[in-house]
Structure formats: C-alpha cells, structure tokens
C-alpha cells in the first residue's frame, strides 16, 4: 500500500470530514472575534477560515462548490449572485444554531488535536 509523503495533501474528502472542515472553519471564524450570526457574508470571507480548516485537517482545500454544499448541509442559507461581483459568487448567512455548534465543534476539534499532540 502507498503511503504520502510528509508533503502530499489527503484526497477525497468524506462526506462527514466536509462537514467537519466546515464546522472548526465556522468556530475558527469566530474565535478570531469575527461577527457570524445573522449576516450575510460573501463567501471570500470565510475562505481564509476554511484554508486554514484544511491546513489543520492536512487535506486539500475545498472548492466552492463543496463548501456551499456542505454550508447548506449544515443549515446556513447559501444564495448565489452574478459571477461578476465576486470571484467566489455566493452570500451566506449562519443561523445563530449553527454558529453555536461550530463554536462546540472548533473546540471539540481542537482539544482532540492537543491530545493526539501530546501522545
């Protein structure tokens, strides 16, 4: 069997880790003090949380398509606009549920990783 090297990414994601990356892009988006509830963010916001959600989860980073579909797996309402207004075409708002279980998330996510660190 083949094993990565140290600098290869992981490919295809399962449906489950899409959701994971999401939810600690969510909760990191937050715990750097940005407001997330109820606002309608262009989707070029969060994808700064959700490349480093991948850096953290060591795998490829998700396209727009896959985030939008994982957002709206999720609950957030996702609406597209013209491609001409932004590079990345969509608007997102993340009801105040959501937000609260990526916060969870993030830090459940997060402690999980420190105990992995220290074993």
């Known amino acids: 069997m083949r094993q990565p090297t140290l600098f290869e990414k992981r490919r295809g994601q399962r449906a489950s880790d899409v959701e994971r990356i999401v939810l600690y892009a969510l909760g990191d988006f937050q715990a750097r003090g940005k407001v997330l509830v109820q606002r ?28 939008v579909a994982a957002l709206r797996m999720l609950g957030a309402e996702v609406r597209q606009v013209p491609s001409f207004v932004a590079k990345h075409p969509f ?25 992995t660190e220290e074993t």
């Open 40 to 67: 309608e963010l262009p989707l070029d916001r969060l994808r700064g949380a959700l490349r480093r959600a991948s850096e953290a989860h060591d795998v490829e980073e998700l396209s727009d398509d896959i985030a």
């Open 91 to 115: 608007r997102v708002v993340v009801p105040n549920e959501l937000a609260e279980h990526a916060q969870r998330a993030y830090r459940e996510i997060l402690a999980g990783m420190k105990q």
